[in-house]
């Protein structure tokens, strides 16, 4: 694994390269030309000149995320060739420079939900915390405005005012969009790009869908490992892999996180490794889960928060996680993800620097101890 720390570019991130780089066993970052709208073409200038900057740092840029994929090629709207096109073109560019991984998602108007950016833990620190009960009270409309005031000035991805200004718009291209319409404009995207990748090796990693299930009646399939094995077929192809992230995936207690690791080895492109904790959950018959660790989550609406990176904060087995990607030999950049806002921090919620470096000392703290105790 490369340990790297997601950036969002020095005009968005409160977090510099130079505070990077100076975490322990940090070698990269993932980043992204954050200006850019989706379907917009990322020149090769403007890509070397990322790179440039993160080099001149003392850092590698060791992938992107994300190429965010247009609503005309989520819906199979009038714009959906000439995004691809542009998209193919972007996938050119970033392989002449030299980048080969692309995290991206195909989730419908919001990228991941949460109902909290702030909520305070028992030790004054803040998380993004999910309510089931704060999602079926709200218009969607208005779910930007109620999280809007949370988000210390940033930009969050996926909640750029610009698209949230158009919100009604955009639950209406989705209209008639339901799941099987949604793995279908996937296959033709995912077939659109694939020579390009064959092309400059280039691993696409779709990143699951946050929470791991529907929310507003709006269509969400990167949610299991039964979804992930048919989007990996449906185009048949090594470069077709994904973004395995912990958090995402582990909204559902039933995804037993360790087992999908194992069974997507060699698919694995990019990993966002992070906890959370479970105060409530139950299947949509009301019915108690046990997760894949033993834990009986009490049972109601789901309710969960981010948690720290350590096992013991939270409702996930760290060890089995990092375990499971180390037996699989995997070898790709690797991240801590959302942490929380501790020591007086103001940056964009999930995305501070101490506790995100916290995390990633952590996961290479267990890294070496699963190395060296199985020599
Ligand atoms: C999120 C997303 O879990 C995460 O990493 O913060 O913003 C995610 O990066 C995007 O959905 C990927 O395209
Ligand atoms: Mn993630």
Sequence with gaps: ME??????????????????????????????LYQKAPGELWTREEIHTLKE?????????????????????????????????????????????????????FMPVFDWTRTELARV?????????????????????????SIAGD???????????????????????????????LFENLKYFLEAVMPVCDKYDINM?????????????????????????????????PHNGVTFCAGSYGTNPENDLPEMIRALRGRIHFAHVRNLRFNRFCRE?????????????????????????????????????????????FEGPIRPDHGRMIWDEKGMPGYGLYDRALGAVYIQGLWEAIEKSGR
């Design 3 to 32: 340990m790297t720390l997601r950036w969002y570019g020095s005009a968005f991130d409160t977090v510099t390269l130079r505070q990077i780089r100076q975490i322990p066993g940090v070698k990269g970052v993932i980043t992204t």
């Design 53 to 105: 900057e993160v080099e001149a740092s003392g850092l590698k840029l060791s992938g992107i995320e994300s190429v965010n994929i247009s609503d005309d090629i989520k819906t199979a709207g009038p714009l959906r060739d000439e995004h691809i096109q542009a998209y193919i073109e972007t996938l050119e560019n970033l392989g002449k420079e030299d980048i080969h991984m692309v995290c991206y998602n």
């Design 121 to 145: 833990r028992e030790d004054g620190s803040t998380v993004l915390a999910y309510n089931q009960e704060a999602v079926d009270r709200i218009d969607p409309e208005r779910m930007f405005e």
């Design 151 to 181: 988000m210390n000035g940033t930009v969050m991805p996926g909640w750029e005012p610009e698209r949230m200004a158009r919100v009604k718009e955009l639950f209406d291209l989705y209209r008639d969009i339901d799941s099987e319409k």
């Design 205 to 237: 990693a779709i990143h699951p869908d946050d929470p791991a299930w529907s929310v507003f009646g709006l269509p969400r399939i990167i949610t299991n490992m039964e979804n992930i094995s048919r989007m990996m077929k449906m185009v048949d192809n």
């Design 285 to 329: 018959d009301g019915s108690q889960v046990t997760s894949w660790t033993g834990e009986k989550i009490p049972v109601g609406k789901p309710d969960f928060e981010e948690a720290q990176h350590l096992s013991s904060d939270g409702s996930f087995d760290m060890y089995e996680i990092v375990r499971a990607l180390h037996d699989i030999g």
